[in-house]
Structure formats: C-alpha cells, structure tokens
C-alpha cells in the first residue's frame, strides 16, 4: 500500500495488506479500501502503522502492529488473537450461517453466545489463562464451541485423538497438564478408565451423542445443561497475541 494510492479492487472485491512498504514505518497515512479486507500476518516492524478509511460499510478500520496490538473499527481495540478476531466477524455478520452440523445449523451470533456460555461456566469452575481443557470430540458444532471458548478466556484447547485407548489417554491428559476435558458420550468407557491421570478435575464435560452411554453415567457434568446455567455474553478480560494454542499429533496422518 504506497501512501496516496487508493486501492479499489473492483475485479475480485478484496484487498490485501500483505506488503507494506518501509515508507509507511513509524507513520500513519490515510489509504482507501473498498472490498473485504484480508488481514495478514503481522509484519516483522514493531512500528508499521496503517490506517484505512473509506470502508464500504463507512468503518475506519486501523491495523497496527505496536506490541502486537491492532484495532478494528472505531473504538475497537483487539489483537490478533483468534478469539477477538471471531467476535470481530461476528460483529459484522451476526445473521450469516457459520456453522452446520447435520440438522443443527448456528449463526455466528448463535455460536458466540453458546461459546460465551461454555466460557463463562468453566471459567467459573476455575479454568483461566494457560490452562489446558482436552476436546476428545467427534466433528461437531461443540468442537469449535469447545474450541473458541477455550480462547475466549485465554485457556488453552488441546485436541485429543479420540481413536486412543485408556493408556495413551492417560499418558496425553498427563503429559498436556489437563485442567478440563470435554468429550462426546460414546468415549466415556475410555475416559473414565483414564480420568485419574489429569492433574486436576476443574471442569469435565459430556457431549450427549446417540452412540453413547445415557447424560450422566460418565465421569463428566451434561455440556447442554452447563451451557444453559451460564450467560451468553460476552465480557471477558482483555486477550493477547501471544496465547497459546497446542496441537498434540498422533501419527494417524502417516
């Protein structure tokens, strides 16, 4: 983005801030953008600024790349972090379908506010910043849930492979520090074999599935029930841009 040039890509209907020239270092200037807006990388500069006005939706959006903090839209200031990136798009698209899972389809509002509610409940049960929550979960709308409310309050989501037995659980919740863990009912055999190798027990949660075992008779409390004791908005502390995500491998890709 050279300063005074505008940038109107009418062929493909979006812009990209991929390059930002050294000219725009230590400076903020003023550039026009009509089109979706793709957010890149932060640059490797801790000082590069833009600022770009004339959004088609009439927002200023301003990035910026100062100890890793950027702002979206006037007033708003969040960082590129992928829960305040998800809550921005869903500011924006609150009506649009994000999600469909057999016969359940969500909004994006409908998936943050069932996201804020997991937030909420197993923040309150004492699941906070750099904890770990294990997702021994089958794809579903509960992952991603599971996922975003793990950002949300700064926790850290870590996947499980739910193709593990008792014994490779056990070693996983161990190695990973579990704090939490949410699984689906037909995986309660094998967790409750291996339930007793998490450090702690703040906060276990079973998805009701048809393949498994009826709410309740496993380790964990019913994931539809601590969603409705919980409120769906927001208010959450400020996030960073350095949260953890970890990814455990199991080999199964080859």
Same mark, same amino acid.
């Given at each position: ?6 940038? @109107? ?19 903020? $200037? $003023? ?24 959004? /088609?939706?009439?927002? @200023? ?7 890793? $903090? ?21 500011? %924006? ?5 994000? &999600? ?11 998936? /943050?506010?069932?996201?804020? $509610? ?12 750099? @904890? ?14 599971? &996922? ?16 593990? %037995? ?31 190798? &998490? ?22 409390? @019913? ?32």
């Amino acid at each position: 983005i050279w300063p005074g040039n505008p940038i @109107d890509d009418r062929s493909s209907g979006s812009v990209g801030l991929g390059a930002i020239p050294l000219g725009l270092v230590g400076s903020t $200037r $003023r550039v026009a953008v009509r089109g979706t807006l793709r957010l890149p990388h932060p640059t490797s500069s801790p000082t590069t600024a833009v600022d770009a006005a004339n959004w /088609d939706t009439t927002t @200023d959006i301003q990035i910026r790349n100062r100890a890793g $903090r950027h702002f979206l839209g006037p007033g708003r200031a969040v960082t590129f972090n992928l829960a305040d990136l998800f809550e921005s798009v869903v500011d %924006q698209v609150a009506d649009q379908t994000a &999600m469909v899972s057999g016969s359940r389809r969500l909004s994006y509002a409908e998936l /943050d506010q069932r996201a804020n $509610r997991l937030a909420h409940y197993v923040e309150r049960l004492g699941i906070g910043p750099g @904890d770990r929550v294990g997702l021994q979960l089958v794809n579903g709308t509960e992952y991603i849930e599971s &996922m975003l409310a793990c950002f949300k309050i700064r926790a850290v989501p870590v996947n499980v492979n739910y193709r593990y %037995q008792a014994g490779e659980l056990a070693y996983l919740y161990r190695n990973a520090g579990l704090m939490g863990l949410i699984f689906h009912g037909r995986f309660a055999p094998a967790v409750t074999d291996a339930f007793g190798a &998490m450090p702690e027990t703040r906060a276990v949660l079973e998805v009701s599935d048809p393949l498994g075992r009826p709410p309740g008779t496993g380790p964990g409390e @019913d994931y539809e029930h601590a969603l409705g004791s919980a409120p769906d908005n927001r208010g959450f502390p400020a996030r960073r841009h350095d949260d953890i995500y970890c990814v455990y491998t199991g080999g199964t890709t080859g």
